[in-house]
């Protein structure tokens, strides 16, 4: 019987206890690919925010706004927004703060009651009610047609069957209702990020390898103590990322479960690579390292690759080459 997700969060092992490292990776890797990703992200959401430099002020609202906005025209009005994939919040309460969804009633679904919790409490800190309901994006928990917007943001990569999703989502959306999914890696794009994420990593390695520069390596979780539990849980990343994705596969497959009006953007080369090695060094260093000068620095040096982006190369380079997809669709008023 595969073990119950939850309760690996409870075991945090004892050096007295009879449960070992060895005990908790073989219930971990018993679980099926759903429990897995309940399992890591309810571990993660103490600590998700931070690690993606998450915030909800002017930087992150612009970034939400600006991704909306490149599908969904200034005017576009919604009495029901759901976010479906919601983690902590990021998208739906950004693009709420920015004016983006003016008198909505505001939901968020996910499989991990740990960041729905976290989703629910950055809301109420910036006035927002956001009715929360931990549920499986492929198998949604709300009824046909009752919802005018689902929106999500890098979350179908980690399902085992992305278009079930999309199915989904387009059951629950009204006729006539938009879906709108942002931050999805593209095939290209991604294999593309790896190669700049691995040559970053060597790098820094091998400068922090000189006597004396060894201390701005972050230490490891076992060297900062952490148990066993938590060690195989971070282990999970590199699981919980199933797929990639070829811009006109999500297109077709839109069409295929039903939507119409279809469309997908691309966007970021030059401002991912920047972006994906920032954050290897931010992930590499120890922490008071860098500072706010560091900060400042990686967020508008991001900023002007972004204009570049979108104002140069957009023009010139082939749009499956770009890291990030964004699909916008309509559900029809009528069954087609």
């Not at 005990?23 to 309810?42: F, G, I, P, S, T």
């Not at 968020?108 to 950055?122: F, H, K, P, Y």
């Not at 839109?254 to 090695?277: I, M, P, Q, S």
Request: with cysteine.
């Amino acid at each position: 019987m595969a073990a119950d997700p939850a309760s690996l969060l409870r075991a945090v092992p004892d050096p007295d206890d009879e449960v070992t490292g060895d005990d908790v990776v073989a219930d971990l890797r018993a679980l099926d690919m759903k429990a897995k990703q309940e399992a890591y992200h309810d571990w993660e959401a103490k600590s998700y925010e931070e690690k993606f430099s998450i915030s909800y002020d002017e930087r992150c609202i612009e970034y939400a706004r600006d991704r909306f906005r490149k599908v969904v025209p200034e005017g576009a009005g919604f009495g029901s927004v759901l976010e479906v994939g919601a983690g902590t919040g990021f998208f739906l309460i950004n693009l709420a703060l920015g004016g983006c969804l003016e008198g909505a009633e505001l939901a968020a679904t996910d499989i991990s009651q740990g960041m729905l919790e976290v989703c629910a409490r950055n809301g109420a800190e910036h006035g927002l009610d956001i009715a929360t309901r931990q549920g499986d994006a492929e198998a949604l928990p709300y009824e046909d047609d009752s919802v005018d917007l689902v929106i999500g943001h890098a979350f179908i990569h980690h399902l085992p069957v992305p278009g079930a999703a999309i199915r989904e989502m387009h059951r629950v959306l009204k006729p006539g209702g938009t879906l709108v999914i942002a931050g999805e890696p593209t095939e290209l794009g991604d294999k593309l990020s790896w190669m700049v994420k691995r040559n970053t990593y060597r790098a820094f390695r091998a400068v922090t390898a000189v006597p004396g520069l060894t201390t701005l390596r972050k230490p490891s979780l076992r060297e900062r103590g952490a148990s066993a539990t938590d060690q195989a849980l971070a282990a999970l990343e590199h699981e919980v990322d199933l797929h990639t994705f070829r811009p006109k596969d999500v297109e077709h497959l839109a069409r295929l479960v039903g939507f119409r009006e279809v469309a997908v953007v691309t966007e970021e080369l030059t401002a991912n690579w920047f972006g994906w090695a920032v954050r290897t060094i931010e992930g590499s260093t120890r922490e008071g390292v860098l500072g706010a000068r560091w900060a400042f620095a990686a967020y508008h040096g991001y900023l002007r690759l972004h204009r570049f982006d979108d104002e140069v190369l957009a023009r010139i380079v082939p749009p499956p080459l770009f890291y990030n997809l964004i699909l916008h669709a309509r559900k029809p008023y009528r069954p087609v």
